[in-house]
């Protein structure tokens, strides 16, 4: 099992950068993130607005302002983007301004007894922000930040002559609220992730069963019709009767349709074949190859060379045409070649997407499309 969980979130790690799937899954693309964010805010606002006034200089007093007004940035930044883990400059933004946002705080704080609870309430938000990062996937960073309030209680106490109770209350405090959520984020994280690799095998499955679905309710309804075609004349040799020259040509196609559906299974379609009977019916002749194993495309991927081949198939009025799906590994992904007598058209496609795809002629280069 401990094997089959670590093959797993290694599966997952191959996701692109950038999902928000865990995000949906921590809940924190939901409204009560943004309320939590706002009520954390608002309190810290309150307690300040409680207090009594401090007589501090209009230096002081801009300070404070332009520190909790970085404070609510730094919890904003802890908060916001829809990576997973948070981007390196939002973790870097909210560590850093956080931390200068609480110590500029602090500084225009005076001495007093009745000041203990300023402190606090500045590092409670700071607090706040670490414990998003942990969430969110950072957790030396969120540390980080508890290693900066450490250096920043010890400057107050020796600088600034704080007393030693009044920073260790804040790193306690903090302390405190940093270790459940790491412990937490320790077992969930991987969890939640393990959960994630299972729903997308449930997706992948889903997808795979409508597909081979689908194929398989093609394949019936290509079967029924080749029955409906082939079944009159296997009736009449029954009988004895005598093919006629239009019933001995009309059953060459039919071999020749059913030999596409196996050699070229990728390329085949509704519209391929219409264009391959009408091609054959005017002396043309035809052939299809699928070198690719059956895993490496899906129908829908190969439709730029369908269209490609139909075209090729409209243009020509005599000589053959052979096309042809390349195995992964080779430079090319289809060859599409026309040959009448001395005179030979190669198209090859370079690349291939679900968008479209890049022809260019073998022989000079000169770009098709």
């Known amino acids: 099992m401990t094997q089959t969980f670590d093959q797993a979130v290694a599966e997952l790690d191959t996701e692109p950068a950038g999902s928000d799937a865990m995000m949906e899954m921590l809940g924190l693309r939901g409204r009560g993130v943004r309320i939590a964010v706002a009520a954390t805010v608002v309190v810290y606002v309150f307690i300040g607005l409680a207090l009594p006034k401090l007589d501090i200089s209009t230096t002081k007093f801009v300070v404070s302002i332009i520190g909790s007004i970085g404070l609510v940035l730094a919890l904003i930044a802890s908060a916001s983007g829809r990576t997973d883990p948070i981007g390196l400059p939002r973790t870097i933004t909210a560590v ?32 706040v922000a670490m414990c998003l990062l942990i969430v969110r996937g950072r957790v030396r960073w969120a540390w980080a930040g508890f290693v900066l309030v450490i250096g920043l209680c010890v400057y107050a106490v020796i600088v600034w002559e ?53 194929t398989a309710e093609q394949r019936r309804v290509r079967l029924l019709e080749l029955e409906r075609d ?12 005598e093919l006629s020259p239009s019933d001995m040509e009309r059953a060459r196609l039919l071999e020749a349709a059913l030999r596409d559906e196996v050699r070229g299974r990728s390329l085949v379609s509704p519209g391929v074949r219409r264009a391959v009977a009408r091609a054959r019916e005017t002396g043309i002749a035809v052939s299809i190859f699928d070198d690719t194993s059956p895993d490496e495309l899906d129908f829908a991927s190969v439709e730029p060379i369908r269209a490609e081949l139909i075209s090729a198939l409209g243009e020509v ?53």
């Open 317 to 369: 009025r005599s000589g053959s045409i052979v096309a042809r799906l390349l195995p992964s590994g080779r430079d090319a992904a289809a060859t599409i070649t026309h040959v009448d007598g001395t005179y030979v058209n190669r198209r090859v496609c370079r690349s291939l997407d679900s968008g479209g795809a890049a022809w260019e002629y073998d022989n000079d280069g000169a770009t098709l499309k």
């Open 230 to 241: 082939v079944q009159p004349l296997l009736e009449q040799a029954a009988e004895g009767g």
């Open 162 to 214: 704080w007393q030693s109770g009044i920073g260790l209350q804040v790193l306690l405090r903090m302390f405190l609220t940093l270790v459940p959520a790491t412990l937490i984020m320790f077992f969930m994280r991987p969890l939640l992730r393990f959960v994630r690799v299972l729903d997308l095998k449930e997706v992948a499955a889903v997808e795979a069963e409508a597909a081979s679905s689908a």
């Open 96 to 127: 850093v301004l956080g931390a200068a946002s609480g110590s500029a705080v602090w500084w225009t704080i005076p001495l007093g007894v009745g000041n203990w609870v300023r402190p606090g309430a500045p590092m409670v938000v700071f607090a």
